[in-house]
C-alpha cells in the first residue's frame, strides 16, 4: 500500500476519496497528525501532512519516528515524500519537479534512528538511500503524463527553521548538493531501517540563498505561488503513478 506523506503546500490530498482520519499512537508518541486512509483510483493510500494538519510543526519537532511507524502499523510498503526546496544547481529553478537519487544530512538533534535503547546496535546500508523501483514508478507516470521532472540530484538537509546564509548553500554547493530542503532527513533513513520503500518529489519553489532572483532575499511571496502550483502537479502525478 502507498503512503504519502506531504510537506508545506499540501497538507491535504485533494484527490483521495472516502477518507477517514486515524489517530495511531506509536511506541515513539504521536504522529504529526490522524493518518488519512482513502482511494486513489480504487488502490487505498494512506496520506500524512507532514507539518501537522494546521501546518504547526517545524521540521526540527516532526516527529519522524512515530510518523514513519505509523504508516508502517497501517500497512504501507512505500513512501512518496512530497517536500518543497531550494534550488542551488543553477539549472534547478522554480516550478522544476526533482526525483532526488541522494542525500547528504546536516541536522542534528532530530530522532534519527530505532536502534537505540533497548534494541541491538544495526548498521543499516544507505549507499542509496532511496529506493529505485519507487523512483522508477513516480519517472515512469512523469513519462506517461509529459510531466516534466529531473531524474536524479543530491538533497541537501538543513536544520532549520530559517533559511540558509548564502555562504552555506556556496558550502553545500562544493559538497555536492543540487537542491536543500529541511525534512529529507531523518525520514529517509527511518524509513529504510523499518523496510519501507522511499522516494521524493521535491518542487522547487526558490532558488536556494544567494543564487539567482535570490542574490539578496528570498522572497516569501513569490514562493507561496509556486508552491501552489508545483503542489498540483504532484498531485496529478502520484494520482497517475498509482492507476498505471
Ligand atoms: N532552503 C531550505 N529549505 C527550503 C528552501 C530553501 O531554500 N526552500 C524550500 N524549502
Known sequence: ????????????????????????????GDPSGPLVCG?????????????GQGHTIPPHRINYRANMWALKDLGVTDVVSV?????IRADLGPGCLVIPDQIIDYTWGRGGTYFEDDAP??????????????????????LALGESVVDGGVYATTQGPRLETAAEIDRLARDGADIVGMTGMPEAALAR???????????????AAGRGDSHHAISMDAMTEVLRQGMDRVVILIDSMVSI
Do not use: W
Request: hydrophobic share 40%; aromatic share 8%.
Open 1 to 28: 500500500m502507498l503512503g504519502i506523506i506531504g510537506g508545506s503546500g499540501l497538507s491535504k490530498f485533494s484527490s483521495l476519496g472516502g477518507a477517514s482520519g486515524k489517530v495511531v499512537p506509536t511506541p515513539y
Open 39 to 51: 482511494h486513489i483510483g480504487g488502490c487505498a493510500v494512506v496520506f500524512l501532512a507532514r507539518h
Open 83 to 87: 517536500a518543497s526546496v531550494g534550488g
Open 121 to 142: 546496535v544495526t548498521h543499516i546500508d544507505f549507499t542509496h538511500p532511496y529506493s529505485q523501483p519507487l523512483r522508477q514508478r513516480i519517472l515512469s507516470a512523469a
Open 193 to 207: 531501517e523499518i523496510g519501507l520503500q522511499y522516494a521524493a518529489i521535491n518542487v522547487v519553489v526558490n532558488h
